[in-house]
Antibody, heavy 122, light 107 residues
């Protein structure tokens, strides 16, 4: 199984950042996994953006008003949309597969895409 | 939000060394602590989940311990491929926050 992010590498301020993550092997609809997006400004730490579970979607409150995550099971793709971007949204964006372990209470990303650098600039 | 801190922020070590990285949460997170390894220029890889459970394929020289607010990642017999940045992440409550990272480089 592999994850591959794609989308524009340059986005204009105030516009919408749109990324897709292609999931090989067609396992995106399995209920024992969930899917998420994480970002990393160049040279800095990691920030969880949000995750989509079989039961629903959850977002980082700091981004909730601007972000949406969805899954297209027919295309085995995960999508991220981030509206009204500014330079502070410049980052490497990773998609990842999540698991909740045997207890069902844990959350961890056990498979990551290679990441895509998105720069917000005019 | 739960704040995660890591110490040290960086360390220099040699192949064969034993390395210890500490992660502290601003409030209890019970056992819901993950460790990731990020080689330079690459995506993170899961090492440890639930504080001490090994992800499949992770070498036994990596060990995670702790509960509550204080956690430790220990690398015994450091190997060349272990020079990387290590992040902890709490998943006790949303938002799932990461620590700032600890960079392990060559002495």
């Amino acid at each position: 199984l592999q994850l591959q992010e794609s989308g524009p590498g340059l986005v204009t301020p105030s516009e919408t950042l749109s990324l897709t993550c292609s999931v090989s092997s067609g396992s995106i609809s399995r209920s024992d996994y969930y899917w998420g997006w994480i970002r990393q400004p160049p040279g800095k730490g990691l920030e969880w953006i949000g995750s989509i579970y079989y039961s629903g979607t959850f977002y980082n409150p700091s981004l909730r008003s601007r972000v949406s995550i969805s899954v297209d099971t027919s295309k085995t793709q995960l999508s991220l949309k981030l509206r009204s971007v500014t330079a502070t949204d410049t980052a490497i964006y990773y998609c990842a597969r999540g698991s909740q372990g045997s207890s069902g209470w844990s959350h961890y990303f056990d498979l990551w895409g290679q990441g895509i650098l998105v720069t917000v600039s005019s | 939000d739960i704040q995660m801190t890591q110490s040290p922020s960086s360390l220099s070590a040699s192949v064969g060394d034993r390395v210890t990285i500490t992660c502290r949460a601003s409030q209890t997170i019970t056992k819901y602590l993950n460790w990731y390894q990020q080689p330079s220029g690459k995506a993170p890889n899961l090492l440890i989940y639930e504080a001490s459970s090994f992800h499949s394929g992770v070498p036994s020289r990596f060990n995670g311990s702790g509960s509550g607010t204080d956690f430790t990642l220990t690398i015994s017999n450091l190997q060349p491929e272990d020079f990387a940045t290590y992040f902890c992440q709490q998943t006790y409550t949303s938002p799932f926050t990461f620590g700032p990272g600890t960079k392990v480089d060559v002495k």
